[in-house]
């Protein structure tokens, strides 16, 4: 069992930047993918960044060269920067624990948090 707690968001202007952390509960995180997930107003939850227990990233193309997924073992922690933020970055952002699948879907991800609300005003 892993439990998630987001941290982080805010309001921000565009162009801006907000730093998101995700602290896990229990001894194998490291052995999870970490993903971000985000979900706007009426929109489906879509995939934003993971990386796998070795280290590899992986990103949407709406957030690559802006968004930096990292995570640090031993703090149990998994952290999203995001830069350049733009209006259509507007969502409430999940983390996500995965034990295996692909990457990109929901329904690879076997623990989730509540959420946190980032907000971009232009």
């Known amino acids: 069992q892993v439990q998630l707690a987001e941290s982080g968001g805010g309001l921000v202007q565009a162009g801006g930047s907000l730093r998101l952390s995700c602290a896990a509960s229990?001894?194998?995180?490291?052995?999870?993918?970490m993903g971000w997930f985000r979900q706007a107003p009426g929109k489906e939850r879509e995939f934003v960044a993971t990386i796998w227990s070795g280290g590899s990233t992986y990103y949407a193309d709406s957030v690559k060269g802006r968004f930096t997924i990292s995570r640090d073992n031993a703090k149990n922690t998994v952290y999203l920067q995001m830069n350049s933020l733009k209006p259509e970055d507007t969502a409430v952002y999940y983390c996500?624990?995965?034990?295996?699948?692909?990457?990109?879907?929901?329904?690879?991800?076997?623990?989730w948090g509540q959420g946190t609300q980032v907000t971009v005003s232009s």
């Open positions: 229990g001894r194998t995180f490291s052995r999870y993918a």
């Open positions: 996500a624990a995965s034990a295996g699948g692909s990457y990109y879907i929901v329904v690879a991800y076997d623990y």
